[in-house]
C-alpha cells in the first residue's frame, strides 16, 4: 500500500513533509519523535489511517482508538502546561508582590503597590480600583485612594506609557506613589467623598462582602436588588469586583474593581486570583497603619521630651532669676540703706539750716546727689528685674488704668491733666503686667518732668492683632537729637529725664518683642506708643 | 499722740526715722531684732509699726505673719531697700509698703494715710 504521509520512512528531506519548518531539522531523522510530534496531527495520517482502516486489517481499529487517545492526552496535557505556566506567573506575581508589602512600613507605598498590582497588565489587569479603609473605631469604610483612567483617551496614553517604560510591580509602585498619588487622589475625589460606607449597614453589598469574608462579583450592578442604586451609579459600570481586606478578623478595607474602559468580563479565575491577594495587602494595611500610630506616639513622646527638656531649662534659668532677686536685693539693701541716711540727714539738716547759712549750698547739693543716686538704683535694680520677664494675659484697660492710678499723687502735684480713652470690647494682651505698667508710668513721668503743668492724651485702640496704647502730649516739643538721645542709655538730655528711663522701656518692651515707637513730628508734639500683642505666638 | 514702732537692724535707720517722725509729732519706739520688737509689742500699746523687710538673719515678713496673726488690728507699713518683695505675697498683708528713701514725704504721708484710716475704722466700730 502507497503511504500519502511519511511516517513510514526513516529519513525524509526537508519540503517531504508539510508540517516540518525551519527549526524542526532534527525531526527529519528522528521518525519516532516525528510520527509523535508531528504525523499524528497530519491530515495525510489520518487519511492512511483510513486507508488502513478501510483494508479490514484486524489491528486497524485499535490504532484508531490509541490515535485517538493519545490526542486526547496530548491536548490535556497541553492544557495542563498552559495552567501551570499561568499559575507560575501567578506564583511570581505573588511572591514579588508579597515581598514589596512585607518590606515596607509606608502606609502610602503600601497603598501604591495594592493598587499598582490590581491595575497593571503584569498584575491583575483590571481598569480602575478604589480603596476604602476602615476608620480607627471601625464605624465607616471611607474611600481613601483610587487608581485608573477616568476616560479613553487618558486610558490609551497611560497605558502606552507603561508598554514603553516595561517595569516591574515595586518600581511601578514607586513610580506610582511618587509622581500620581496625589493627582490620582484628586482626580477621583469626588468619587472618594461619596464612597462612605456605615460599617453597620449590613444591606450594603460591600458590608455583605465581610460577612462573607471572600471577593464577590457583582454583574447587572444597575439592576441588582443587592446594590444600593446610587452605589452603582456612583461607581457608573455594571460589573465590577469587591474585595474584602480582612486581617486577623479586623476589618481593614475593601478594594472595589471593575473594567470601567475595555469592559473585559471578569471571570471566575480573575475571582480566584485576586483572593489570594487580599491577606497580604490587608495585613500590610494594617501593619503600617499601625507603624503609623506607633510613629506618631513616638512623635509625641519626643515632643514631650522636648517639653520636659524646655521646663528643665526654664527651671534653671528660674533658679538663675531667683539667684539674680537675690543679688539684687542684697546689692539694694548694701546702697539704699546708706544712700537713705545720707540723703535723710541731709534734708534733715538743711531744715535747720538758714538761708543766708554758707553751708546750706553743700547741704543741698547731698541732697540733689543721693536723690540722683536712689533713681540711678532704682533704674539698675529695675532694669536687673526686666531680665526675666514673666507674661500672662492682661486686661489693658485695666493696665492703664492702674499705671496712671499709681502716679495720681504726682500727677496733681504738677498740674498735669490725663485725658483717658480706654478701647472696647478689646482681647486680652500677653504680656509682663509689672515690667509694661512701669513703662507707662515711666513714660507719662518723663514726659511730665522739668514741666509745671500740662495735658497728656492716653488712648487704647486695637489695629488688627495688636493692641495699641498711645500716650501722646501735644505741648512738648523736642528735636530729632533729643529724642534719640533720649532713647539711648545714659544719654542725658536738656529737656528730659536721667537719660535711662526711656532706654530702659524700650530694652524692657524689646525683650518682650513689645514694639515701642517714640515720634516727635517737627510742628510739635509726642506720641509714645507700645504695641501690645493679643496672642502669645507673636512673642515666640 | 499716735505711737510708732520702728523695726530696722540699721542703727542709722532708726535713728532717722525717729528724729523726723518725732518732729512729725509722733512718739516713735525702735527695735532691732525681731525678738526685741516681739517684746516691745508685747509689752507696750502701739499705732503702728514702720517694718523694715531684710533685717540681719532675718525676715520681717516672719514678724508680719505674727503681727496679723495676733494683734489683727495693729497696722504695718513695711519699708524695703528694692520693690521686689511686693512679690512675696506675704508682703500683701501689709497695710502699705513703702521704698527707703532719703526723702522721707513719702513715708511719713503713708503714716498718716494708715493712721487715719485705722481711726476711721475704730470710729466705724470695726
Known amino acids: 500500500m502507497d503511504w500519502e504521509c511519511c511516517w513510514d520512512r526513516d529519513t525524509v528531506v526537508m519540503g517531504e513533509c508539510p508540517n516540518i519548518t525551519e527549526g524542526d531539522e532534527d525531526l527529519l531523522a528522528s521518525k519516532a519523535r516525528r510520527i509523535l510530534e508531528k504525523c499524528c496531527e497530519c491530515e495525510r495520517f489520518r487519511r492512511d489511517l483510513g486507508r488502513f482502516n478501510e483494508s479490514g486489517h484486524p489491528l486497524a481499529p485499535i490504532f484508531a482508538v490509541l490515535h485517538n487517545d493519545y490526542r486526547r492526552q496530548k491536548s490535556q496535557i497541553q492544557s495542563l502546561v498552559s495552567f501551570l505556566d499561568s499559575k507560575t506567573l501567578e506564583t511570581r506575581f505573588l511572591h514579588e508582590l508579597g515581598s514589596v508589602l512585607q518590606s515596607s512600613v509606608d502606609l502610602d507605598e503600601v497603598l501604591s503597590v495594592a493598587l499598582t498590582a490590581i491595575t497593571a497588565g503584569k498584575g491583575f489587569g483590571m481598569n480602575r480600583a478604589f480603596l476604602l479603609l476602615a476608620d480607627q473605631e471601625r464605624h465607616l469604610l471611607r474611600g481613601h485612594l483610587a487608581i485608573g483612567p477616568r476616560s479613553i483617551e487618558e486610558a490609551g496614553q497611560t497605558w502606552q506609557e507603561i508598554v514603553s517604560n516595561d517595569m516591574d510591580l515595586q518600581t511601578m509602585a514607586r513610580s506610582f506613589q511618587q509622581y500620581k ?21 449590613l444591606n450594603h453589598i460591600i458590608v455583605r462582602v465581610f460577612e462573607d469574608k ?12 443587592a446594590v444600593d442604586p446610587a452605589f452603582a451609579r456612583l461607581m457608573g459600570v455594571d460589573t465590577f469586583l469587591v474585595l474584602p481586606l480582612i486581617s486577623r478578623h479586623r476589618r481593614i478595607g475593601a478594594i472595589i474593581a471593575d473594567n470601567f474602559i475595555t469592559h473585559r468580563p471578569i471571570t471566575d479565575d480573575d475571582l480566584r486570583s485576586i483572593e489570594t491577594f487580599a491577606f497580604p495587602v490587608a495585613f500590610a494595611i494594617e501593619r503600617a497603619s499601625l507603624y503609623d500610630r506607633l510613629q506618631e506616639q513616638v512623635d509625641k513622646l519626643q515632643l514631650a521630651n522636648q517639653k520636659l527638656q524646655e521646663q528643665q531649662e526654664l527651671l534653671v534659668r528660674m533658679e538663675k532669676m531667683a539667684l539674680v532677686g537675690r543679688i539684687t536685693s542684697s546689692v539694694a539693701h548694701s546702697i539704699r540703706n546708706p544712700l537713705t541716711v545720707i540723703g535723710g540727714f541731709a534734708r534733715s539738716i538743711l531744715k535747720t539750716t538758714a538761708p543766708t547759712d554758707a553751708k546750706r549750698g553743700f547741704i543741698e547739693s547731698i541732697v540733689t546727689e543721693t536723690q540722683q543716686l536712689e533713681g540711678v538704683l532704682d533704674e539698675v535694680l529695675t532694669y ?26 504726682r500727677l496733681i502735684r504738677q498740674d498735669f491733666t490725663v485725658h483717658s480713652h480706654p478701647g472696647q470690647n478689646l482681647p486680652p494682651v500677653w504680656v509682663d503686667y509689672k515690667q509694661t505698667a512701669y513703662c507707662i508710668r515711666t513714660i507719662i513721668l518723663e514726659d511730665m518732668d522739668g514741666l509745671e503743668h500740662g495735658n497728656i492724651s492716653i488712648s487704647v485702640a486695637q489695629h488688627g492683632s495688636e493692641i495699641d496704647i498711645r500716650i501722646e502730649d501735644k505741648d512738648r516739643k523736642l528735636s530729632e537729637d533729643e529724642l534719640e538721645a533720649m532713647l539711648t542709655p ?5 529737656q528730659m529725664g536721667s537719660g535711662l528711663s526711656l532706654a530702659l522701656c524700650r530694652s524692657m518692651l524689646d525683650k518682650q518683642n513689645i514694639p515701642f515707637l517714640v515720634v516727635a513730628p517737627p510742628e510739635g508734639g509726642v506720641v509714645y506708643t507700645i504695641k501690645l500683642p493679643t496672642r502669645k505666638e507673636e512673642l515666640l | 499722740m499716735s505711737r510708732l514702732l520702728v523695726v530696722d537692724d540699721e542703727a542709722n535707720i532708726r535713728l532717722l526715722y525717729s528724729a523726723e517722725l518725732t518732729e512729725e509729732g509722733y512718739e516713735v519706739e525702735t527695735a532691732a531684732t525681731i525678738s526685741e520688737a516681739l517684746e516691745k509689742l508685747a509689752q507696750q500699746n502701739f499705732d503702728l509699726v514702720l517694718l523694715d523687710i ?7 515678713i516672719e514678724l508680719l505673719q505674727k503681727i496679723v496673726k495676733e494683734r489683727h488690728d495693729m497696722p504695718v507699713i513695711l519699708c524695703s531697700a528694692f520693690s521686689s518683695y511686693k512679690d512675696d505675697f506675704s508682703a500683701w498683708l501689709a497695710d502699705s509698703y513703702v521704698v527707703k528713701s532719703g526723702d522721707l514725704t513719702e513715708l511719713k504721708e503713708e503714716v498718716k494715710r494708715v493712721l487715719e484710716k485705722k481711726a ?7
Not at chain 1, 493627582?183 to 453597620?200: A, G, N, T, Y
Not at chain 1, 471572600?214 to 436588588?225: C, E, I, S
Not at chain 1, 526686666?386 to 485695666?398: A, C, G, K
Not at chain 1, 545714659?490 to 536738656?494: D, H, L, R, V
Open chain 1, 490 to 494: 545714659f544719654a542725658e538730655t536738656c
Open chain 1, 384 to 409: 536687673s528685674d526686666s531680665l526675666y520677664p514673666t507674661r500672662d494675659m492682661w486686661d489693658v484697660n485695666q493696665l492703664v488704668e492702674t499705671a496712671q492710678r499709681e502716679i495720681q499723687d
Open chain 2, 120 to 126: 476711721q475704722r475704730r470710729a466705724a466700730g470695726l
Open chain 1, 181 to 201: 498619588l496625589r493627582s490620582e487622589r484628586d482626580k477621583f475625589q469626588d468619587i472618594l467623598d461619596k464612597l462612605v460606607v456605615p460599617l453597620d449597614d
Open chain 1, 214 to 225: 471572600y471577593p464577590l462579583l457583582v454583574h447587572d450592578a444597575f439592576n441588582n436588588p
Open chain 2, 54 to 60: 531684710k533685717l540681719k538673719n532675718e525676715s520681717g
